[in-house]
């Protein structure tokens, strides 16, 4: 089979198997090409483990310091006639690799939030021995809660009052103005149970009693700030009602851990372009913005980037780990910078259709969705058929 990206909106159908295993292989070039991380975990579970900063987290784990890892996470395999999700390739590549390296890895496809899984996970787990690190960076829809069957739908939405600006569409570049309703009290409190930290303290329980942590253990989840142009969607809004419900789950967590000798973090990350911040509205234009200033200061950074750097430099580099009033690790530090805002501001106030191409990275934008799905790798023969054995079904 010849495999095309097809999108539809801020999705794609397709994905290229090669291209997936490129995109784990780069990845794991970069951590080698840095050296070793010596201080760095020797057993990790990664919960969000096969895309974005959950897979690079992985990685940077396994190929930094040779940490064992068992991964989880939630995606479409293939089946006869249709390609499997990038991050089922993904999963398999990383497996591959690490096996070949001599690693511990395992990893369980399926839903985080359910207790089946959990339960999965610990009899794995109990095989690698307890973990020195859980990362858990979960984007997800929706969650049934596993107590009370209670199904909650996530949102973004403004909370309070509607909220309008620009947006882009990130395939043909047209910017045109949007305006989002109000969230509910209902949606808001949804977004919570999906996004909050429900999930990664019932994890963090579970592994505490099964005896499956590590002493020293860390846990960390990862949460967003970004710019004033996207706090009334974002930061205020439904899903940072939800990160601040995160934020102050790591608090607790932390008053626990220490008990051990552990430790909770949240690390505040930098708009990427990934599965999930694709379909935040205003993103795609802010990130593109962002990216062009980032790119002409020599200070962009993609998720790979900013894991070996969070890795390296702030939780094992053997200094005491540097955090905010909040606790929170920030590797948004250049995404923040005043001069980086201050040139983002300044191209959002004139961006439009006609210059989108000049003023924003849309390109640069468009190229890492691509690359999501596996297609736009150097060295990737895409009019080459792809046989069924790499396709899965
Ligand atoms: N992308 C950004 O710009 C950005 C910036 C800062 C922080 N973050 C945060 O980083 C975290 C990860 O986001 P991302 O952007 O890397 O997302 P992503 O879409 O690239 O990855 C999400 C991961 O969650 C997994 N997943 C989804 N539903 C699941 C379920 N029910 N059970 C198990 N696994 C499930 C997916 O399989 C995937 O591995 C999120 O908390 C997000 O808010 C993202």
Not at 291 to 305: P, R, W
Request: net charge neutral.
């Amino acid at each position: 089979m010849i495999i095309e990206p097809k999108i539809r909106g801020f999705l794609c159908t397709t994905s290229h198997p090669v291209g997936c295993d490129a995109s784990v292989q780069e990845q794991i070039d970069y951590v080698k090409s840095k050296g070793a991380i010596p201080k760095g975990p020797k057993k990790a579970l990664i919960i969000g483990s096969s895309a974005g900063f959950g897979l690079s987290s992985r990685i940077t784990a396994a190929f930094g310091s040779g940490a064992g890892t068992l991964g989880l996470a939630f995606e479409r395999p293939p089946e006869k006639g249709r390609l499997a999700s990038p991050g089922w390739y993904q999963t398999r590549s990383f497996e591959e690799k690490a096996h070949k390296a001599g690693l511990w890895a395992k990893s369980l496809n399926g839903d985080a939030f359910s207790d089946a899984i959990k339960a999965e996970a610990v009899t794995l787990l109990k095989e690698l021995g307890p973990v020195d690190l859980v990362v858990y960076s979960v984007a997800a829809p929706r969650r049934t809660d596993p107590k009370t069957g209670t199904v909650y739908k996530s949102c973004l939405k403004p909370i309070g009052k509607p909220y309008t600006n620009k947006t882009m569409d990130f395939n043909n570049g047209a910017v045109t103005t949007i305006t989002l309703d109000a969230a509910t009290q209902e949606e808001v409190d949804h977004t919570v149970g999906v996004m909050g930290g429900d999930d990664w303290e019932l994890w963090m329980d579970l592994l505490q009693k099964e005896g499956l942590l590590a002493p020293g253990a860390v846990s960390m989840a990862y949460s967003y700030i970004g710019p004033q142009v996207t706090q009334p969607v974002y930061r205020n809004g439904t899903i940072g009602t939800a990160k601040d419900h995160l934020e102050k789950t790591a608090l607790k967590l932390d008053e626990r851990l220490k008990k051990t000798g552990g430790r909770a973090f949240i690390s505040v990350n930098k708009a990427l372009v990934t599965q999930a911040s694709s379909a935040i509205p205003f993103m795609p234009l802010y990130i593109s913005l962002l990216y062009k200033v980032m790119k002409a200061k020599g200070i962009h950074e993609g998720t790979l980037e900013q894991m070996d750097r969070l890795f390296r430099t702030k939780l094992y580099s053997g200094n005491a780990i540097p955090v905010d009033e909040k606790n929170r690790i920030r590797m948004d530090d250049w995404e923040l910078r005043e001069d980086v805002q201050s040139e983002v501001d300044a191209l959002w106030q004139t961006v439009g259709t006609e210059n989108a191409t000049e003023q924003s990275d849309i390109l640069g934008y468009r190229g890492d969705f691509h690359r999501l799905y596996g297609f736009g790798f150097k060295g990737v023969d895409y009019g080459a058929d792809v046989p069924d054995s790499l396709i899965g079904a």
